[in-house]
């Protein structure tokens, strides 16, 4: 594991031209046409370029009170099946929705064919009731340290683009980021919440939209997990992308995450230069 302490590499300096990198004019891989900025166009071949996939809550942002997750599921859990199941006392940090919302109503008798069946419905009452629970003018999210400025950074770095892997359904993310003022950063298709009831799962979902988006075939090494729990790290492992872990979760001690082997650990994101560093090290 690369903890986020190493020293700078040559390869990780970026500046008006292209991103430094081992590929000559010879190199026969495709090439993009990123935008650094808006007067400095650059372009790194396929082979240098590699997709953050970031987690939300423990990560980007956290709820200013805990438990704020449920606040907003349990009423909608209540309209839509009549009951929340035992929602009230379950650990969900790295979970699904999907899985979630099927884990909460098992002992009363729902199937996961039952909750799959009603997730436009709840998708579309959950983020009606966030919407009105964060709509009373009193901050309900708050933003990790450095957060911004790090994705600023890595947006106009021309090695990195960036996209969501959340447990959130796909609405309910976005609200979130608009919320706290970052949607702006997540330009390709991710892969969220409603998908599948496990976590494992998403990863090459978001793979195969962005491969497709971007017309290329990039390898799953060239993904990386950002997020705060084991599952993260899991999820990772599981599709053959590196995962870094940061520290910045509720939940999860930094023993119980460098436990699970991370490519990489960050306390947090609030040091831009030591982000990029890790990432470049991977």
Partial sequence: MREGLEKDRESGRWGDGEIDSPHTDADSSPRLPLTQSTTHP????????????WDIDGTLIRSRRTGAYKEY????????????????????????????????????????????????????????????VTGNGEE????????????????????YQSALLTGNIEPMAFLKMELVGLDQFFKLPGAFGEESHERRDLPERAAQRINARLQLQLRPEQFIV???????????????????????????????????????????????????????GL
């Fill in 226 to 280: 950002i997020g705060d729990t084991p599952n993260d790290i899991d999820c990772a492992r599981h599709f053959g992308a590196r995962a870094v872990v940061v520290g910045t979760g509720r939940f999860y001690s930094t023993e119980e995450l460098l436990a699970c082997k991370p490519d990489a650990w960050l306390a947090d994101l609030s040091d831009a230069e030591l982000v990029v560093r890790t990432l470049d």
């Fill in 140 to 159: 309900f999210f708050e933003l990790l340290p450095g957060v911004t400025n790090t994705l600023q950074v890595l947006d106009h770095h021309p090695r």
């Fill in 42 to 53: 650059v372009s790194v071949p396929a082979s240098d370029l590699r997709i953050l996939l």
């Fill in 73 to 132: 599921t349990i009423p909608v859990l209540e309209e839509v099946f009549g009951t929340s199941g035992r929602l009230a006392s379950m650990r969900v940090s790295g979970m699904t929705d999907l899985q979630i919302i099927a884990e909460a109503l098992s002992e009363e008798g729902f199937t996961h064919h039952d909750v799959r069946g009603k997730i436009h419905q709840l998708s579309e009452k959950l983020t009606a009731e966030a919407r009105r």
